[in-house]
């Protein structure tokens, strides 16, 4: 096969290269003096990306920011420290940031992470203000175990603009629970531009299973990810219920369509057989077979496109979500869980990730998968990567590998351990 050719990249003009160092030298100093009024120590991977880009001179702008701790000097060799004496751990916060991005109207910037530094609900109303900027250019933002609490995690999400940059929120790993959920679910209803949600160990719990379930099927929404969370049967059923209701619509409408056609087929077989329609000439049978093999393609959907929205969902994780049958009475609620998702499994042609690992459903539940992915085969519709525990019959496990596509397996994350936020 030839070689595709590979662009050329196009040289800047020496006036952009200017504009853009101009712009970086601008936004670290903003940055520092910002830091300097919030008695905040700026971060030094803000500060190494911005001076690495100043180095190279090729004019290229900041594109991602990435927040963190400074971590604390360990101590020289042979130098005596005080136990009486607390050990002063530099602070780096969020609001400098945030700050100096709406000083400079960045738009630029299309990644925005923050690891392990604590917000508070001035750090969420600052942010907030910056995501409904008419300049923001934010697509992914990733907020980690900033210990965001249900109040400040409303302001946060509020009115965020309809059809915003922004494509993929990620807030693991805070604890926000059952109350920040809901907050959040009613403020992304209106939602039209967020594609991937990331709410992975975050105390959520069977409450929130339906209001997830509405953002599944009315905003833009096609990846959820809730590993690690406590959302039961009950909230893992009710999480795909309206879901699941749209796929039997479509499949309803599916079968009517061929019905149609093969009596529209039928109809006109009858006529020429009563020589009042003409037989097909061979360049019209060539066209109707030619019709048949070509398939559309599908354009992929990026970051930069605005998204359709509407019930098509791609990918389910809910690894570790205690849906299991280890409880006394529980195996009734368990079977009505997993026959819902079964049924997902045989007729979603949009389903293309379904994680269940880490959730015991027992041998009888197993075998209700097993079926359904034979039942998707039987319908010819493309394979879907699904996970589920080991704890079934070995049998049965080893046919759901065969019939499911790869997906890489995860390690159980333990209890977080307390450590030491930032404030």
Same mark, same amino acid.
């Given at each position: ?49 911005? *001076?690495?880009? #100043?180095?190279?001179?090729? @004019? ?70 910056? #995501?409904?900027?008419?300049?923001? @250019? ?22 965020? !603009?309809?059809? @915003?940059?922004? *494509?993929?929120? &990620? ?21 039209? @531009? ?36 406590? #959302? ?17 619509? +479509? ?17 006109? +077989? ?15 049978? +060539? ?26 969902? !791609? ?23 997993? &026959?819902?998702?079964? *049924? ?9 990730? #379904? ?7 027992? !041998? ?10 034979? &039942? ?6 493309? $394979? ?27 390690? $159980?994350?333990?209890? $977080?351990?307390?450590?030491? !936020?930032?404030?």
């Amino acid at each position: 096969m030839p070689e595709k050719k590979k662009k050329k990249p196009t040289k800047k003009s020496t006036e952009v290269i200017e504009q853009n160092d101009k712009s970086l030298r601008r936004f670290l100093k903003l940055y520092n003096q910002y830091s300097a009024d919030h008695n905040s120590v700026p971060c030094t991977e803000v500060v190494r990306s911005v *001076r690495s880009l #100043l180095e190279d001179a090729e @004019g290229e702008v900041l594109k991602s920011l990435f927040l963190r701790p400074i971590p604390p000097k360990k101590p020289i060799d042979g130098e005596q420290t005080s136990i009486s004496e607390p050990i002063a751990i530099p602070e780096t916060h969020v609001r400098p940031i945030i700050r100096t991005l709406l000083a400079c109207a960045n738009n630029s910037v299309k990644d925005l992470c923050v690891w392990n530094i604590c917000m508070d609900l001035l750090d969420c109303i600052e942010l907030n203000n910056f #995501l409904n900027q008419p300049t923001t @250019g934010i697509q992914i933002l990733t907020l980690n175990d900033c210990l965001i609490q249900p109040h400040p995690l409303s302001r946060l999400t509020m009115g965020i !603009h309809i059809y @915003g940059t922004l *494509r993929v929120l &990620n807030l693991d790993y805070n604890e926000f629970g059952d109350e920040g959920c809901l907050f959040l679910c009613s403020n992304l209803l209106e939602n039209r @531009g967020i594609t991937r949600l990331s709410l992975t160990y975050c105390d959520i719990g069977p409450v929130c299973g339906t209001p997830l379930g509405q953002l599944l099927v009315q905003t833009a929404i096609t990846e959820i990810y809730l590993d690690g969370n406590q #959302l039961g049967c009950q909230g893992a059923h009710n999480l795909i219920k309206p879901l699941l209701v749209e796929c039997e619509k +479509a499949l309803s409408d599916k079968r009517d369509k061929i019905r149609m056609e093969e009596d529209f087929k039928a109809q006109q +077989a009858a006529l020429r057989a009563q020589g009042l329609l003409p037989e097909p000439t061979e360049a019209e049978l +060539a066209a109707e077979k030619k019709k048949k093999k070509k398939k559309k393609k599908k354009k992929k959907v990026t970051l930069e496109d605005i998204p359709p929205f509407g019930p098509t969902v !791609h990918k389910i994780h809910l690894f570790d979500n205690e849906i299991d049958c280890l409880q006394s009475n529980t195996f009734p609620v368990v079977l009505e869980t997993i &026959n819902a998702y079964a *049924r997902l499994i045989e007729i979603s042609e949009d389903i293309e990730e #379904l994680d269940l690992d880490e959730n015991v459903i027992g !041998h009888v539940c197993g075998g209700i998968i097993l079926e359904a992915l034979k &039942n998707r085969k039987e319908s010819k519709l493309k $394979k879907i990567m699904i996970n589920v525990s080991e704890k079934i019959d070995q049998f049965v496990f080893a046919d759901i590998l065969k019939l499911s596509a790869k997906m890489k397996k995860k390690k $159980k994350r333990g209890k $977080k351990k307390k450590v030491k !936020h930032y404030y």
